[in-house]
């Protein structure tokens, strides 16, 4: 650009970061609570200014954050198991039957029939 850019400015969630003022931000170690931020970076010069603006996409490895229960039923009942995790991308469940290795459903709940 002409007149040469001057001065760098970048923003995290509308928060200014102090100490960056490179045309490059490098962040070390992100953390999965970045995920869908907001960063603009702010170029300017005697002449003026502009902006731009991205979203952050984070990826992280699931995390159950609601095991399935215990549940106690009566013979011919149905029961609903849930397991959610959260994760970047979204988590894929395989249900697998414990004594038999027998896969028995792919979503976050299970729906069996008590015998």
């Known amino acids: 650009a002409y007149p040469v850019v001057l001065d760098y400015t970048w923003f995290i969630n509308g928060q200014k970061l102090y100490n ?3 045309s490059v931000l490098k962040i070390n170690k992100i953390s999965k609570h970045f995920n869908k931020a907001d960063v603009k970076c ?3 010069n005697k002449v003026g200014s502009d902006e731009s603006t991205l979203i952050l996409d984070v990826e992280y490895a699931p995390m159950i954050v609601n095991e399935p229960q215990d549940i106690l039923a009566k013979t011919g009942e149905s029961v609903t198991f849930t397991c959610l995790a959260e994760s970047n991308p979204p988590p894929t469940y395989v249900w697998i039957k414990m004594n038999s290795k027998e896969v028995v459903g ?10």
């Open 20 to 22: 960056e003022e490179s």
């Open 42 to 44: 702010k170029a300017a």
């Open 106 to 115: 792919f979503s976050a709940d299970l729906t069996v029939e008590t015998s």
